[in-house]
């Protein structure tokens, strides 16, 4: 579990892209794994999201379901399903992604 978790977007194409706290908590957890990882695409598990977020109260099917299709079809993530050895789901920046995490004033 991570200790703390900053959500700091701008708002306005939150706003536009029609998405909740949940969504923008879970858009956090891929910035900062791809500020980490590097920005290809990535393999990622479901349950170390819930593990690092636990306040999200949901179960791996409720956040591939909602915040993770949420985000894919925001824009802000762009996902593949990889069938080979088994079934990884793989993440990487959408075209929306930046724009979400731009904090310059606006004015």
């Known amino acids: ?32 794994y791809f500020n980490t990882h590097g920005t290809d695409y990535k393999s990622i598990q479901y349950q170390k999201i819930l593990d690092d977020l636990p306040t999200l109260r949901m179960k791996k099917q409720a956040l591939q379901k909602f915040p993770i299709k949420k985000l894919v079809d925001a824009g802000v993530l762009k996902h593949l399903t990889i069938r080979e050895g088994g079934t990884f789901a793989m993440f990487a920046p959408g075209e929306n992604f930046d724009r979400l ?7």
Do not use: Y
């Open 1 to 32: 579990m991570r200790k703390r978790v900053r959500i700091n977007v701008n708002q306005r194409p939150a706003f536009e892209l029609n998405l909740s706290m949940n969504d923008l908590a879970v858009a956090t957890w891929f910035r900062q």
């Open 101 to 107: 995490f731009e904090l310059r004033k606006e004015g």
